[in-house]
Every structure is written in structure tokens, then in C-alpha cells.
């Protein structure tokens, strides 16, 4: 296959660190495996109350944790910027979205603006007024659509503590709706890597495997065409590999999967329920169950 690396930004150091990530990047790069990327965490989690939000959270003052100041952080957009790095963001909150973006268009202001694809990963909260700003700023909103559904987690650990928040929790139709590039991504291994079940909740908003209570925020759901377009076309996309793959198009390398079923038939059974009959890389079969 073929995979995206990201160099850890140390934050425990401080900007001289740049030399180093340089020549990982440069040594990093070989085959199929590239090096462009720089990822920085900006926050935590909803859930044990580090994912940093634009106000406290409920019944408390606390407001979660900036993994970087604002100015330290626009600083080190503007480096990586500068020396052609893509940037993938952690944010979980709406604080780090909005700090995240904030930097993106820092970085734009003081090197012109580039075909950087910077993303912001997880975007588990995203303020309306944030909302238009991926598409304004090119920034790829990078959702992992698997946790977008009513669960323990989410009813138990975060709900009752974002109050009114909950009206723009993983926000992903008004995004697309606003314009945004999207891709979806997995999260593993924290959560499966099976693209299908991914899909699914994405349309469904709705716990896989259970598939059973109501929808979380039944307007957020996407429809099918949109939600295996994140997956397979935002996917190519963010990894600047859409002149290569991510659609079935003569010229493009036959990177492609065989499912046993139509998934936009109805009838089919739910989209999580697929399974891979053969894979191809290159045209080559590189799994075969058929």
C-alpha cells in the first residue's frame, strides 16, 4: 500500500528541531512510503477533559489544555510552512480548531499561500463561525466518522459536559455542506481500520456493530456518494495522490478493491457488512478471496 508518513513535532523542544525533521524527511521517502508531514497535538480529549474548548466546560472553569500557545503555535506553522511541510493537526475541541486555524492562516499571511494541504484531525467540535474557514484557508478536514455515534463515550464521558456544544459535535455534513475538503481516516488502532464500517456510521450516525438507537444529530449524517468519496477520492486527495488513485479513471493506477455486493443497492445489507473479495495494487492481486 502506500502510506503518508508524519514526523512527530517533539513539544517538549523547541523550533531548532527543524534541522532534524528536514533530514528524516528527506531519508524517509523510499518506495512506497513518503515523508511530507509534520503532525503537532494541540490538545486532548473530551473525555478526561484536555480537548481545549473556547469555553469551560460544563459545571467547571476549566477549558481543557492548549498543547501550545497560540503564538508559539502560529510560529511553528509558519516554519514547517516555510519549508514545504504538510501539517496534520490533532484537534479534538473547538478551542484547538479555532487555534489551528488561526495558525494556518498565519502561516499563509507570512509565506503566501501554497497548495499545502494542512489538515485538522478528529475535529470532534468545530464552532459554526469555524465552520467556512477549511474551505477559505484549503485546510482538509480529516473526520473519523467511526465515532460519531451514540455511546458509552460519548453519552456517559461527553455529552454532559459540553452542554450546548452538542449541537456541533463531529460536525461533518455542515462542513461539507461549508465547503471543506474532507477525508476520512480510521484512527487505529484505537478504532478499526476497516474503511466499510466507517462508512456506514458516516451515513448512519448510528454505534456499528449494535446498529441499534437513534442517530446522533441526524442532520450531520452524509449520504452514501459523499461518505465513499472522503474515504476513497479526500483519502487520495490529502495525500496528494489524486491524479494517481482514489477513482476508477483510465490513466490512474489500479489500486482497487472487489466487494461482494453492490453497497448501493438497498437491498444489500448494511455497508459494514461488506467484504473484500480481491485487492489490487498496481493491478497487481494482492489479496484474493475469491
Not at 499571511?109 to 469555524?130: E, F
Not at 466507517?198 to 448512519?204: D, K, L, R, S, Y
Request: charged fraction near 25%.
Amino acid at each position: 500500500m502506500r502510506a503518508e508518513g508524519n514526523l512527530l513535532w517533539n513539544r517538549s523542544r523547541g523550533e531548532e528541531q527543524i534541522d532534524e525533521l528536514l533530514e528524516l524527511r528527506e531519508q524517509g521517502s523510499l518506495g512506497r512510503l513518503r515523508i511530507r508531514g509534520v503532525k503537532i497535538f494541540q490538545d486532548g480529549v473530551l473525555e478526561n477533559f484536555t480537548g481545549a474548548l473556547l469555553e469551560p466546560y460544563e459545571g467547571s472553569d476549566n477549558r481543557g489544555m492548549s498543547m501550545h500557545e497560540p503564538e508559539e503555535l502560529n510560529r511553528m506553522l509558519t516554519l514547517l510552512d516555510s519549508h514545504g511541510f504538510q501539517v496534520h493537526l490533532h484537534t479534538i475541541g473547538d478551542r484547538a480548531v479555532r487555534e489551528a486555524l488561526d495558525a494556518i492562516e498565519a502561516a499563509q499571511k507570512a509565506n503566501g499561500k501554497r497548495d499545502a494541504r494542512h489538515h485538522l484531525a478528529h475535529i470532534q467540535l468545530v464552532h459554526p463561525d469555524d465552520q467556512p474557514r477549511f474551505e477559505a484557508l484549503g485546510v482538509v478536514a480529516n473526520a473519523q466518522p467511526y465515532w460519531a455515534a451514540h455511546s458509552a463515550y460519548v453519552d456517559d464521558l461527553t455529552l454532559p459536559f459540553i452542554g450546548e456544544r452538542a449541537a456541533y459535535h463531529y460536525p461533518f455534513s455542515s462542513l461539507v455542506r461549508a465547503g471543506a475538503p474532507i477525508a476520512f481516516g480510521s484512527d487505529w488502532t484505537v478504532s478499526t481500520a476497516n474503511p466499510l464500517p466507517i462508512v456506514e456510521v458516516a451515513v448512519t450516525r448510528i454505534q456499528h456493530p449494535e446498529r441499534e438507537g437513534e442517530p446522533m444529530l441526524p442532520d450531520e449524517r452524509l449520504d452514501l456518494e459523499t461518505a465513499l468519496g472522503a474515504q476513497t477520492r479526500g483519502s487520495a486527495y490529502v495525500n496528494f495522490l489524486e491524479t494517481d488513485t482514489g477513482t476508477i479513471e483510465e490513466g490512474k493506477l489500479a489500486d482497487l478493491v472487489v466487494l461482494d455486493r453492490d453497497i448501493f443497492d438497498p437491498g444489500a445489507g448494511p455497508v459494514g457488512d461488506a467484504r473484500v473479495l480481491l485487492t489490487l495494487s498496481e493491478g497487481e492481486a494482492v489479496h484474493d478471496a475469491l
